[in-house]
C-alpha cells in the first residue's frame, strides 16, 4: 500500500464529466491538489463517435481522442496542458466518507492505494446492460461502450470476418450501428429488438415506422415485437434466439441500453434513485455535501414530466463537470432539469425529438393534443430542398408545448432545438406563432415548418380541424383524395372506395361527395386537406377528418 | 367609371401578407366578399427566391409562383382553390376613409373604378431606394424588385451580353446578386458600398471584413467606402461614378435598400413613422381603425432597442397577413416586437445574425460586452465539420443576451434561430448555459459553440479575461503565439515580437515572458489563448489580453 497523500480534490472518471470538473476546479483553484482517477487505459476519448469509427467514417481511432489542434488528450497532455494529475488503470474499490478517504487498486499489479480527499466527484459514468443469463464469454459477442470494443468491431470489419451482423436493440446505438455495418463494409444487419418499434424512446411509433422503412431500404433488416430470448456463440458463428425466430450471425452487437455506474455511491451509502442513478440537487451535490457527481452516473429531473431519469449524453455531462468545477472554486452554478433533446443521423436521414412523446405526455397528466406535419426544409423552388416530417405533441388546454419530434433528410434537428429552446421557457403555441427564424430560401419556407405545426394545432383544438395519426386505420371511412392526377402515381392509396377531387376543384365539386359517411381528406402533406376540411364543415359534413401529415407520412404497408 | 360594388373587405397588394391576409379571411368569413387588387401582372410570386432564378440555380421563373403541387399561383388559382376574387393591372390611386371608397385605375386601359369596402387591408409592400437624381432610363441600369427585373437581367447573362456589373449596395440583395452573377455566369462582379463594409446593416466592422475577404476569394470586386456619385448610360456601357474612382460596366444594378410604399396610406392622412412606414399596433391596425396594413409597407417595433425599424421580410409578411385575416375574422390576434434575425448564403458561405449590432447596443444604452469565438459546427472529429465564427453582444451589468452574428461554411443558421427563441424570451447568459442542443457528432459539438460563447462571455465579466476584437491593432503589444509550429505555417502571424510558446508548454515556460510589457495571446480560434490568461494572470501578468476567435478571425491584412 502507498502512503497516504493528502489531496483536495479527487475525481473518478476521466471522461467529459470528471475532466470538465477537474480543469475548470484547476482554473478557479490554481493551487488546490487535484488528483483524477481512472481504470481505464484511454481517457477523455469520444464515446459518441465510436460509430463513425467502426463505420470508417473516421479513419484512426486517435482522432476521437485529439484536440481540434492535434494533440492526444492523453495523461502528458493533462498534466503539462491543464495541470492535472490523471492516474489510469487504477480501479477505485471502495470511499470511506467519514474519513474522506478512497481506496484503490491498480488493474495491472493488483497494488492497493488510498487517498485522501476535501471534496470527491463521481464521474464514474454507465455500462451496457446485458440481459440477464447472458455470458459474453465468446469474441463474437460484444457489447458496445468502451474504445477496446469499437477497435475489435473495426478490425473484424476491415479483415473481411463479419459478413452478417446481428444488433440486439433498435436504440440510438443500436441504429448507429446499423448503419456503421452496413453502410461502408456491406455486411448485412439484422436489427432485433422486443418494442414494437425502433428508437423506442425518442419517436412515437408512428413516426418511428417511417424510419424503420427507410432503413429497410437501406438494406437493414428490423424484427421489431421480437423479444430477445438467449445467445449462444461458438468459434465460427452466434446464434440469437428470439422469440419469433432464430438469427444465425457472425457477430453479434448487444445494444439494449446502459445502466448507470453507482455501486461506488451506493457501497458508501450515497442516496440512489429509482432509475439506478445517483441522485443529486441543482448544484450536483450528492447527498454527501462533499462528494459531488456528474455524467452518465446521476439521475436529472425532467422539466416537463417533474419525473427523474437518467439521460446519458456527452453534451450534458460536460455541463454538469464545469458546474462542479465552478462550485468545487466557490461558485454557485446550477444545472436546470432537462427537456431531453435527442438525435441521431441514420445514413441521409436526420432524426431527433425533444421533450415528453405522446404517452409519456399522458402519463404526466397533460390534456395531449398531437399534430403532424410534412414540409420542405427551404423554400420549395430552392434546388436543394428536402422534405422533412414533424409530431408536435402539446396541451390542448394550455397550449403549452410538450414535445417535437421530426425525421427527414432535410434540416430537421434545427427545429428541434429551437423547440427546445421553447420548451425551457415553458413555451406555448403562440410563442412557436412569434419565433422569428432567421430566414432566406436556403434555410427555410418563408413560412418555417414550427410556425406551421403551430398553426395545424391551433386550427385543431380551435376549429377542430382534426387530423388522425399517420398510421391509423379508417376502414370505414370515405377516403376524398385531393391530389392531382400526375401525384397519384408516385404514392397512390391502396385502398377503395377513394373519391378523386383535387384541391382546386373543391369548390366545385365538393356536391358529389356523400353527406352521409364518414369521411377522411387525404392530400401529399396534410395541407390541403386541412384546408378543404375547413371548407366542407361550412358545407355540413361534421364526421370528417384528415389524414396528418397527408400520404408523404403514411408508413407503407 | 365602373358601377360601385360593395364589397366588405379589400385588400390592396397580392403578394405574401395581402395574400396571406385574404385567404385566411376568407377561411374564417366564408360569405365575405373579398377583393384583391394589385398594380402588377404577377402576383404571389417569390421575391426572395429572386436572385436564384438569375442565377440560374433556379431554371423556370414559373418556380417561383409555383405551389408544391405544382399549380401557378395566378388569378384563376386563387379564385378556384382559394374562393378570393383577385383583380391584376389595377392600381389604387385614393382611398377615401370616411366614405370608404378606393379609386382605382386600370394600369391598361386607364379606365377608372371604385370599391367600397367595410374593412381595408394595406398591403402595399417596398420599392428600390434609387439615389438622388440617377433616372433609371437606360436598359442596362437598374434595381432589383420585381420578377420583370429578374427575368430582364437573366436574359442579358444567358445571351452573353454581361461580361462585366457593378452593383451598387453591398446589402443582402447586392451580396446575393455578387453571387448570381458571378458563380454560374462567370460575369465580373464590381460590388460598391459608401460604407465601410459590406452587409452594414447585418454585420459589425469585423465580422464583414472575413465576409469580403471570401467574397474577394470568389473574384468578387469590393470597393467600400466609396460613396456612389453619379451613373450614366450608353447603348453600350455604363459608367458608375463614385468618389474613388469611376467604374465601365456593361450592366449596372441599383441595390441600396428599399422603401416602404406608404404614400397611398399617407395620402388618405393614416399615420406614417419616422422610417417612412405605415405605423400599425400589435392587431396590425392603422390609425384607422377600419384600415390594416401588414408586410413591407408597415413599420415595427424592435424588442430589445425598443425602436419603430422596417423589416421587408416574407417571413414576417406572411404572419402578419395571417394575423390580420384572423383579426378581420373575429380573432384576437397580435404581432410582438422583433429581434430582426437575417440570414444569407454567399457562395458557400453561411452568415447570419440577430437582436443588436454592437453599436445600435451602445445606442440602445446597454453596458455593452462583446465577445468572439471560433468552433467546429459539428463534433471536431466528424468528417464534415467546418469553423463557424460567431461574435456575442450582450449586457455587461445584467447579463442579457442582445445580439448574435456569425458567417463561415458550417451551419451557422441554426445557432442564430436557437439564439433568437432566447431573445424572445430576454434570455441571459445562463440561458444560454442552460440550453438543451439535441446532440450527435454529425449535428454539433458535445460544448456547442453557443454555450462555449457563453462561458466566454462570463469568463470576461466575471474573471477579466479579455478578448481584443479580431480586427483590432495590437502594435503596443507583445504577442505571444500559442500555436504548435506546424500550425504557425498556414496562418503565420506578420507582425514582429512575437514570442512563440505552444499551449501546452506554457506551464513550464511562462518564465520567459516579459513582466513589464502589455501583451497579447494569440491561438488559432481563442480557446488556448483565453485558458493561458487565466494561468497567466495569476502568475501576475496583469495587463494582458488575448484575440477573440483567433487567427481563424483575424481578418486578412
Chains 1, 2 share one sequence.
Not at 425532467?302 to 419525473?307: A, D, P, Q, R, V
Amino acid at each position: 500500500m502507498t502512503e497516504d497523500r493528502t489531496i483536495s480534490i479527487i475525481v473518478v472518471g476521466a471522461s467529459a464529466a470528471g475532466l470538465r470538473a477537474a480543469a475548470r476546479a484547476r482554473r478557479r483553484l490554481p493551487d488546490a491538489k487535484i488528483l483524477v482517477i481512472d481504470q481505464g487505459s484511454f481517457i477523455s476519448y469520444a464515446g459518441c463517435g465510436m460509430p463513425y469509427f467502426v463505420s470508417g467514417d473516421i479513419q484512426s481511432v486517435d482522432k476521437l481522442r485529439t484536440t481540434p489542434y492535434g494533440l492526444i488528450r492523453d495523461v502528458a497532455f493533462f498534466r503539462e496542458a491543464k495541470g492535472l494529475e490523471v492516474v489510469t488503470g487504477t480501479k477505485v474499490e471502495r470511499i470511506d466518507r467519514d474519513a474522506r478517504k478512497v481506496y484503490c487498486k491498480s488493474m495491472r499489479t493488483g497494488e492497493a492505494s488510498v487517498y485522501s480527499y476535501d471534496k470527491l466527484v463521481l464521474a464514474t459514468g454507465a455500462r451496457p446492460i446485458v440481459p440477464p443469463g447472458v455470458l459474453i464469454d465468446n469474441k463474437r459477442i460484444t457489447t458496445f461502450r468502451s474504445l477496446e470494443d469499437a477497435i475489435s468491431l473495426r478490425k473484424s470489419l476491415e479483415t473481411g470476418k463479419i459478413e452478417k451482423v446481428g444488433i440486439i436493440g433498435g436504440g440510438l446505438i443500436g441504429c448507429e450501428l446499423a448503419e456503421a455495418f452496413s453502410a461502408l463494409w456491406g455486411a448485412k444487419v439484422v436489427l432485433i429488438d422486443a418494442a414494437p418499434n425502433i428508437l423506442p424512446g425518442v419517436l412515437d411509433p408512428e413516426m418511428a415506422l417511417a424510419v424503420e422503412a427507410y432503413l429497410k431500404s437501406e438494406k437493414v433488416e428490423i424484427h421489431t415485437n421480437c423479444p430477445f430470448e438467449d445467445i449462444t456463440g461458438s468459434a465460427e458463428a452466434v446464434t440469437i434466439k428470439t422469440a419469433q425466430t432464430n438469427f444465425e450471425v457472425d457477430c453479434a452487437v448487444i445494444a439494449v441500453g446502459v445502466r448507470p455506474n453507482s455501486e461506488l455511491a451506493a457501497g458508501c451509502g450515497l442516496a440512489i434513485g429509482k432509475t439506478g442513478g445517483v441522485v443529486v440537487d441543482d448544484k450536483m451535490t450528492t447527498s454527501d455535501p462533499n462528494i459531488f457527481a456528474a455524467g452518465d452516473c446521476v439521475e436529472v429531473r425532467h422539466l416537463i414530466s417533474g419525473k427523474s431519469i437518467n439521460l446519458p449524453l456527452g453534451s450534458l455531462a460536460n455541463r454538469q463537470g464545469r458546474i462542479i468545477g465552478s462550485n468545487l472554486g466557490g461558485g454557485d452554478e446550477r444545472f436546470g432539469p432537462v427537456v431531453g433533446s435527442t438525435a441521431v443521423k441514420l445514413f441521409d436521414m436526420n432524426i431527433a425529438a425533444t421533450g415528453l412523446m405522446e404517452t409519456s405526455a399522458r402519463d404526466a397528466g397533460f390534456n395531449v393534443g398531437c399534430v403532424w406535419g410534412t414540409f420542405t426544409d427551404r423554400a420549395d423552388y430552392y434546388p436543394e430542398a428536402q422534405n422533412i416530417h414533424f409530431k408536435l405533441v402539446f396541451d390542448k388546454q394550455s397550449g403549452r408545448l410538450l414535445g417535437l419530434q421530426g425525421y427527414g433528410k432535410g434540416e430537421v434537428v434545427k427545429r428541434v432545438d429551437v423547440f427546445s429552446a421553447l420548451l425551457k421557457n415553458e413555451g406555448k403555441l403562440e410563442d412557436l406563432m412569434d419565433m422569428e427564424f432567421a430566414y432566406a430560401p436556403p434555410y427555410a419556407p418563408a413560412v418555417d415548418p414550427l410556425y406551421a405545426l403551430a398553426c395545424i394545432a391551433r386550427n385543431a383544438v380551435l376549429e377542430e380541424i382534426q387530423p388522425l395519426a399517420p398510421d391509423s386505420w379508417y376502414d370505414e371511412r370515405v377516403i376524398i383524395d385531393m391530389r392531382r392526377p400526375d401525384e397519384l402515381k408516385s404514392a397512390p392509396l391502396p385502398e377503395k372506395d377513394i373519391l378523386n377531387i383535387p384541391f382546386e376543384e373543391i369548390r366545385r365539386k365538393w356536391e358529389e361527395i356523400p353527406k352521409d359517411k364518414p369521411l377522411i381528406c387525404i392530400c401529399s402533406k396534410g395541407v390541403r386537406s386541412a384546408e378543404s376540411l375547413r371548407f366542407l364543415k361550412e358545407k355540413g359534413f361534421s364526421d370528417i377528418v384528415y389524414l396528418g401529415g397527408g400520404c408523404f407520412m403514411k408508413p407503407a404497408i
